[in-house]
């Protein structure tokens, strides 16, 4: 495989790709906007889906990687191989998985610095006591390979100082970021998308937007959204997103006597258009590291209801930009919903302030230019060695 001829720093990101989530979403924004006058991006991922197309026509170079296996020592020889034929200077990962691949592949790269983006720690990962073991066996001893942490909120930081025991000055805490000028509510026709959506009235849409996974706490969406049902005929409730619980979702749904105005519309990528049509965004997760789809909705203007957990804590201003309930709790998260849905002055306003915090705190181009810096201190850190 040829290098490619640039004086430029090669950067290459590895994240799994099997499904495109919070890490496909953010590198995708990094690798295709992050200046190419300085660096020359890449992309390592498993082949096929999204995140391939997002990358692959702004022209950087994707290559495929099989992220099937938890444990494939061909993937971490190829990995180690592309490294070293395309002279990459900072492997940048995100993932248990992607991560562990990237940290044996640059154990013996000594001019490569690694840089890992950590949005969950593994004790967070929603499988059996055995598995979990093991993914923490190997996040401690592959940890030792990685040149600069990024967290994407204070509450990750303090918990891999505190707890992993990661020197400080090794965790960088960045905040995800969204593209200000396409998450403008003036720019879409919500009529459309409610076409879109087979919702053929004009009665408000409680919507949430992620993977169907235990951590989001979509069964406890599902119980609040009886709650209002009971109370307010008049209101759809969208499930956008795909994922292991989506079955016994929609089960639930059917067994709460709200399918019928319950929704699953499965992925969808077009997340600006659909958080033009919801009249409250909910975000009822019991886990997360910084969600990006509280930032999107902010940007949106869309009122907000989520669930007061690290991370929404560091987004949302009670009662001023959104609504915090406790977790777990869909009476709260049903009381919160009316209280957005009968007030729509005080709707409104949440929605601009929530713009307005989203101007201030995760633009993107501010989320480019911290991680620029930190890429610029590992390759100080690496030439000093």
């Known amino acids: 495989m040829a290098k490619f001829s640039t004086n430029k720093i090669r950067v290459l990101y590895v994240v799994e790709n099997r499904s495109f989530g919070g890490g496909e979403r953010g590198f995708g924004q990094l690798s295709t906007n992050i200046s190419r006058d300085r660096f020359q991006p890449f992309v390592a991922a498993h082949p096929g889906g999204k995140l391939e197309d997002i990358v692959s026509p702004a022209g950087v170079a994707f290559f495929p990687l099989d992220m099937n296996r938890r444990v494939n ?38 001019s490569t610095a690694v840089v890992c983006t950590v949005a969950m720690l593994v004790e967070g990962f929603d499988v059996g006591f055995l598995r979990k073991t093991i993914y923490k066996i190997a996040d401690r001893y592959s940890g030792k390979y990685v040149t600069q942490y990024i967290a994407v909120s204070k509450g990750l930081k303090y918990r891999l100082v505190e707890e992993l025991g990661i020197p400080a000055e090794k965790v960088s805490v960045i905040y995800n970021g969204v593209e200000l000028d396409r998450y403008d509510p003036n720019l879409y026709d919500s009529e459309g998308v409610r076409r879109s959506l087979d919702i053929k009235d004009n009665y408000p849409i409680i919507g949430t937007i992620g993977r169907l996974v235990y951590q989001k706490g979509l069964s406890h969406f599902l119980k609040a959204a009886e709650l209002v049902y009971s109370e307010k005929k008049q209101v759809r409730f969208v499930i956008i ?71 929404v804590r560091e987004q949302l201003r009670n009662n001023l930009t959104g609504l915090l309930v406790p977790p777990a709790d869909p009476k709260a998260l049903a009381e919160a919903i009316l209280s957005v849905l009968n007030d729509q002055k005080r709707a409104e306003r949440m929605g601009r302030e929530a713009r307005k915090d989203a101007q201030r705190m995760f633009d993107l181009k501010n989320t480019l230019n911290n991680i620029e810096i930190v890429y610029e201190k590992v390759l100080n850190s690496i030439s000093r060695k």
């Open 73 to 110: 020592l061909g993937t971490i020889g190829h990995l180690s191989t592309l490294i070293s034929e395309n002279g990459i200077d900072i492997v940048h990962s995100m993932g248990a998985r992607a991560d562990f691949f990237t940290r044996m592949a640059c154990r013996r790269q000594s």
């Open 241 to 311: 997103g795909h994922g292991p619980e989506e079955t016994h979702l929609k089960h639930r749904a059917e067994s709460l006597g709200i399918s019928h105005v319950c929704m699953f519309p499965g992925v969808r990528f077009d997340v600006a258009r659909l958080l033009s049509t919801f009249n409250v965004f909910v975000l009822p997760s019991v886990l997360e590291g910084l969600p990006r789809t509280i930032i999107e909705a902010m940007a949106m203007k869309r009122p907000i209801v989520a669930t007061n957990i690290d991370g």
